[in-house]
């Protein structure tokens, strides 16, 4: 039906990319509705024809398109494979005039996305140069929406490596730019965003009041995407003010969005938060914690995912050190640190290597 009103509209029905950009619209309102089982399935059937055309263009965004919902479902692994043969097949030559077809350039796009899987994967340092890469080359292309599209994930990772400074000026860019061009998707990503950076920095109350005005401006684009994430952050910044009925209930509805939509990507980190949660309760509640943190582990294991794995023990081991298990503590944490080989500077690994020296014997 799709096809038939692009043709009614004026597209060439002999348009070899005219199938894949019906599809490719398609996965787009899968993803932002995050429809995961769906979205998957499109990226399957997208690939599946691209495979059978074997024309670089469809395998191009085939390979983006299932790296991302892999890594939406938790998959870094295989989705970290799949962005690497996207951006292999790149020629910007060739290729950057599909931003106009696509929304946004397609190597852009992909930098961040793989910059996502490899932070997850325990490369930060390879993370941020892939997300500093996007940025550039988003300015370099001149392209709103790329740049918006870069803007709004880049800031994600300098938040995740502790780069509080660069996240924040990121963020008021990506705010003042989609004013200007009246994006109101960008301009409810980057409140969202801005609410993250304020509860990251403490400053709860404010945190509370950006987060909920972000998750209503968001949900009215009809997007859900990443609403987990973003439960946890609210839940943790109402923990830090006593609201706890109102904490609980963000908490409790974030790994039911995830359980229903498979959006699993930051299931550990939610079951991390719920455990950081316990143990701020008027009366601590360290054995619900713990039944947190070790879902955390578990998930992050099996997901490969060593930079959620090091967040997890992290929580864990302060636990088990204020329970006086200091051995325990740092059996726990010391192989996990010891397993990466970069990323040093950033925030979670200073930590960990400051609590480690304090575990010592």
């Keep these: 039906m799709l096809i038939e009103q692009a043709e009614a509209l004026g597209e060439s029905p002999e348009d070899p990319l ?137 800031s994600f990772i300098h938040m995740y490596c502790g780069d509080h400074a660069t996240a924040n000026e990121l963020i008021e860019e990506l705010v003042a730019l989609a004013d200007e061009k009246r994006a109101s998707f960008w301009i409810a990503g980057g409140v969202l965003r801005r609410g993250w950076l304020l509860a990251l920095l403490g400053k709860h109350s404010d945190a509370i009041q950006t987060i909920s005005s972000g998750m209503a401006a968001w949900r009215s684009t009809g997007a859900t995407v990443w609403m987990p994430l973003f439960l946890s952050f609210l839940a943790n910044s109402y923990a830090k003010v006593g609201k706890f009925d109102d904490s609980w209930s963000c908490i409790d509805e974030a790994p039911a969005s995830v359980k229903e939509n498979k959006e699993t990507w930051c299931e550990a980190e939610i079951n991390r938060t719920a455990g950081e949660i316990a143990l701020l309760l008027p009366k601590s509640d360290p054995v619900k914690a713990g039944i947190f943190f070790d879902r955390a582990l578990v998930v992050a294991r099996k997901q490969q995912a060593k930079s959620w794995e090091l967040r997890s023990a992290m929580s864990m081991a302060r636990l088990w050190r204020d329970q006086g298990k200091r051995q325990e503590a740092r059996d726990l944490l010391a192989p996990v640190y010891g397993w990466f080989s970069e990323g040093f500077n950033t925030l979670d690994l200073k930590q960990a290597n400051a609590m480690l020296d304090e575990l010592a014997p």
């Design 18 to 154: 005219l199938l894949f950009t019906v599809l490719y619209g398609s996965w787009v309102a899968s993803f932002i509705s995050f429809r995961g089982d769906v979205m998957r399935e499109l990226a399957s059937h997208f690939l599946a024809l691209a495979e059978i055309r074997s024309e670089t263009v469809p395998l191009m965004v085939g390979h983006r398109l299932m790296g991302m919902s892999l890594l939406a479902a938790g998959n870094f692994v295989q989705a970290r494979a799949h962005l690497d043969w996207a951006i292999a097949l790149y020629d910007p030559a060739v290729h950057r005039a599909l931003a106009a077809r696509f929304g946004q350039d397609v190597r852009v796009v992909i930098l961040p996305w793989r910059s996502w899987a490899l932070w997850s994967l325990g490369h930060p340092e390879a993370a941020l140069a892939d997300a500093d890469q996007a940025l550039k080359e988003a300015r370099e292309i001149g392209h709103a929406a790329t740049l918006m599209f870069a803007l709004f994930h880049v």
